[in-house]
Structure formats: structure tokens, C-alpha cells
């Protein structure tokens, strides 16, 4: 059964920067697409980011594009989202969340990020 | 972006009654050379991580119950609880997964009558 455990979320300033990690097990984590996720407090999810199986495909949502970026090691079972320029409305859980044809199969128990002064 | 409106907002249902949720999106939601219907829901219990319970508007994820279905097509789609149990308390979510950006519902909060 695939597991997926983030960490790294914290409160941060507006402007400052947080790099989250998803790790992977139960599943052969180099097979699959994978994706943040993210849900601010009383609302729905929002997706964030896909990368493909090799990590040479990426897709944002406009909101975070040129500010997060998402990346993987396979080798180390691992997906990271690099997040710079934070700002408030980026506050919520983030999730990852294994990837199979858009369909989100899996998702971890989510880690929170503030953005606040 | 494909907008995805559910209804109702909420809903009380009594134990043991049937439900239906209500799902609409802004476009046809159809992918694929067997033009499938791409669109998922999910369960999201009270402080966890949303769920999928069905896929391609009708295929039940392995493990959850009978009494949970997948209906419609094109742009209008219920998820129907034949029998509603104390544990199916939850926000449920459709999701459109035929184009990026992914798009969620706003969700249908259902609680016991």
C-alpha cells in the first residue's frame, strides 16, 4: 500500500521561502506522474504542480508559476515543491499525491504552511 | 480552466436514506479515444486528507463500498449514497481530470438527519 509523508511546512514570512518533501513508499515511486496539492482552511483542494515519472515535464497553476517549483528523486523515493515569494493567500495544507491520469489515487496527510508577519 | 459547480451546499440525510449530490462543469469533461467521462470524486473526512472513491464518473476505487455510485455524463454528474451509514459523514469533491489546471468543486458537506 503506497505511503506518502510530507514535511517541511512552517510559518514564514511574506516574501520568504520553504521547501516542502513528499516521501514515498509501498509503491515503485519512479513509476508514477505525482502532484501538490494544496487546501486553505474551509475550502476545497487547489492543485498546484504535476511532474512526469523522469522529472523532465512539469505543470504549475498560473498563481505559483515562477515562484514554486516542483522536482523529484527517484532514487530517493522523494518529490519536493521549492516555494519563493510566499504570500499570505499561499497559506494552507499542502498535499502530495500520487498521479494516475489526473486521477488522484493518494494523497499523504498534508503538511501546513503560514504565510504571515 | 474548466469551473466545476456542485450541489447542494449541504445536505442532512437520515440514516439509511439515499442521497444525491449534484455535479456541473463548464465544458464536457471527455478524454480519450473511448471519449471517457473525467470526472472523479472524493471523500474528505473531518482532519484528513481527501479520498478517491470514483474515477471516470463511475468506477468505484477498490475497497469502497457498493453503496456509493457514480453517475452522468458530459457536463452533469451525481455521486448517490443508496443507504447512508453514520461513517459516510464528510465533505465530498467532484474533480475534473481531463485537462490541467485541475479544478475541484466547491463541495457538499452531508451529515446525519
Known amino acids: 500500500e503506497v505511503q506518502l509523508v510530507e514535511s517541511g511546512g512552517d510559518l514564514v514570512q511574506p516574501g520568504g521561502s520553504l521547501r516542502l518533501s513528499c516521501a514515498a513508499s509501498?509503491?515503485?515511486?519512479?513509476?508514477?506522474?505525482m502532484s501538490w496539492l494544496r487546501q486553505a482552511q474551509g475550502k476545497g483542494p487547489e492543485w498546484v504542480a504535476n511532474i512526469n515519472p523522469d522529472g523532465s515535464d512539469k505543470y504549475y497553476v498560473d498563481s505559483v508559476k515562477g515562484r514554486f517549483t516542483i522536482s523529484r528523486d527517484n532514487a530517493k523515493n522523494s518529490l519536493f515543491l521549492q516555494m519563493n515569494s510566499l504570500r499570505v493567500e499561499d497559506s494552507a495544507v499542502y498535499y502530495c499525491?500520487?498521479?494516475?491520469?489526473?486521477?488522484?489515487?493518494?494523497w499523504g496527510q498534508g503538511t501546513l504552511v503560514t504565510v504571515s508577519s | 480552466d474548466i469551473v466545476m459547480t456542485q450541489s447542494p451546499d449541504s445536505l442532512a440525510v437520515s440514516l439509511g436514506e439515499r442521497a444525491t449530490i449534484n455535479c456541473k462543469s463548464s465544458q464536457i469533461v471527455l478524454r480519450g479515444s473511448n471519449s471517457n467521462n473525467c470526472l472523479a470524486w472524493y471523500q474528505q473526512k473531518a482532519g484528513q486528507p481527501p479520498k478517491l472513491l470514483i474515477s471516470?464518473?463511475?468506477t468505484r476505487e477498490s475497497g469502497v463500498p457498493d453503496r456509493f455510485s457514480g453517475g452522468g455524463s458530459g457536463t452533469d454528474f451525481t455521486l448517490t449514497f443508496s443507504s447512508l451509514q453514520a461513517e459516510d459523514v464528510a465533505v465530498y469533491y467532484c474533480q475534473q481530470h481531463c485537462s490541467l489546471p485541475l479544478t475541484f468543486g466547491g463541495g457538499t458537506k452531508v451529515e446525519i438527519k
Open positions: 471516470w464518473a463511475s
Open positions: 499525491a500520487r498521479n494516475d491520469w489526473e486521477v488522484l489515487k493518494a
Open positions: 509501498g509503491v515503485t515511486f519512479s513509476n508514477y506522474w
